[in-house]
């Protein structure tokens, strides 16, 4: 049984505005999807839907088999936790351990101690949990978020720009986070190079989906993501200008694991092709000396 398949989904806004149109995707258990595209794409809206925030919709919402409609949205919005884009959008609390309780209690769950100390442990915020949220840094506060959203146990996280507006450090340790939660997630970003360290598949949004595969097929698809009004990472773009230069690049990285991966095969064809070289000079040396 699938945590999320959606089916031809439409979406538009008060003033006729369509925001998404025959969305159609699935995600395994588990698994992890970035949902990447412009500004205005639908992103955000996709995961309000999803999450039960936005009514009416055309289309199938089905969260594990059961189909989401007004009557059963509150039932169904236990199982997903979403993260908005900004914190101080969803932390307000007096410290960061009552905003961490603040779900699990409002939603009658049991067991709120156990809850809150396995929130603030999954997002490494244990430290934290007498001090006041508004004082926290805006890395902390997303971590602090998360933690209150990890508290209700829910079988999918909707993560929105999660990355945004963090300093370098803090986008790092967030992202290793992410990528170390057994969960399934669907992610909205722009953050290709987030994305590609975090998910196990893309789809290109732009009110419909352009694409879907993985994020290797998105930087190699330059089409794609010009409709899509994506810049390819720098990063690819860099091997994208050594393979221009004659060396051999096998495919554009988007990370910087997949990065030093490629860069390794690169100098170590290089360097047998050196020494190659350099063996049949010498070879050649010898026998004009006989």
Known sequence: MR????????????????????????????????????????????????????????GKVLIDSQTLTESSADDLRKMVGLLFQDPDDQIFMPTVEEDVAFGPRNLRLDDIDGRVSKGLRSAGVETLAKRKPHKLSYGMKKRVAIAGIMAMDPNILLLDEPTSGLDPRARSGLIKLLKGMDRSMLIATHDLEAAAEIVDRAVVLNVGILMEGTMRDLVMSRDVLERAGL????????????????????????????????????????????????????????????
Do not use: C, W
């Open 231 to 290: 810049e390819i990472p720098p990063v690819s773009r860099l091997f994208s200008v050594l393979g221009s230069m004659g060396y051999s690049v096998d495919a554009l990285p988007v990370s910087m694991d997949q990065a030093v991966a490629q860069l390794s095969k690169v100098i170590d064809r290089e360097g047998r092709h050196i020494h190659a070289h350099v063996h049949e000079h010498d070879h050649k040396s010898v026998e004009s000396s006989q």
């Open 3 to 58: 945590p999320l398949e959606i089916e031809s989904l439409g979406f538009s806004y008060e003033d006729g505005t369509v925001a998404l149109e025959n969305v159609s995707l699935s995600l395994e258990r588990g698994e992890k999807v970035a949902i990447v595209g412009p500004n205005g794409a639908g992103k955000s809206t996709l995961l309000h839907l999803i999450a039960g925030f936005r009514m009416p919709f055309t």
